[in-house]
């Protein structure tokens, strides 16, 4: 579906369940909703909440959401003291939804320093910190953990050498924009006008889905 097609289609649906309550929209707001809406539908079919069955679960899901995944690797150097036996690397793996697998390659130091591929583990700051606050609990150098945090860049404790960092992501969706939007307006940094690269058969539900946000807007602005 083009950009003029998602703007045609969203003003069908957007007049026929608003009729004559409503206000039109403008491209940069039409723009916005549709933009909103399949980010919020992206995260939906990636957790199975909703109608939608999880990534994890269905093929149908992995093979949509596909276009959004993409593989990367980094090498890790410069660490800084962490406590207790760990060390801290950090890496900006940029403006994702979501972290598919992550591994990592440490030198394990009870092996003669050979390398060897260990899973990472999430784990929250205040659980973090009790690891380093017992002075009985040895490191453990059979993963690597990773600070859970909303963040574009990833902290990742290990009480071995990391050597490299290796993930799959799902990335945030590029904006949808019906038409070029005029000077000073833009949506996550970009104004022309652009479609959707998820699969077409997303299309019309990111259109519904939107169309519903902005029913919605309109109501919370319009209550007595």
């Known amino acids: 579906m083009t950009a003029q ?33 399949q980010e919020e539908l992206v995260q939906q079919l990636y957790a199975g ?59 394990d130091s009870e092996a003669c320093g050979n390398p060897k591929w260990v899973n990472v583990t999430p784990i929250k700051y205040d659980e973090m910190n009790k690891v380093i606050e017992n002075p009985f609990r040895r490191p453990d150098n059979r993963k690597v953990l990773r600070l859970d945090e909303e963040t574009i860049t990833i902290h990742l404790i290990s009480k071995e050498q990391i050597l490299e960092y290796s993930w799959d992501c799902l990335n945030k969706p590029s904006p949808i924009i019906v038409s070029n939007l005029p000077v000073g307006f833009s949506i996550d940094g970009q104004n022309l006008a652009k479609t959707s690269a998820l699969d077409s058969s997303l299309h019309r539900p990111i259109i519904k889905y939107a169309v519903q946000l902005a029913a919605a807007s309109w109501a919370a602005n319009n209550k007595s």
Do not use: C
């Open 5 to 37: 097609e998602f703007r045609n289609e969203f003003d069908l649906l957007y007049n026929n369940i608003m009729s004559d309550m409503a206000p039109g929209l403008d491209d940069y707001e039409v723009s916005l909703f549709l933009t909103q809406a």
């Open 49 to 107: 909440t909703g109608s939608f069955s999880g990534f994890e679960t269905s093929e149908k899901v992995r093979r949509n959401l596909a276009n959004l995944i993409t593989h990367g690797s980094a090498q890790l150097s410069n660490p800084t003291e962490y406590g207790n036996g760990y060390w801290e690397y950090e890496h900006t793996i940029g403006n994702i939804l979501a972290l598919i697998s992550e591994r990592a390659k440490i030198s």
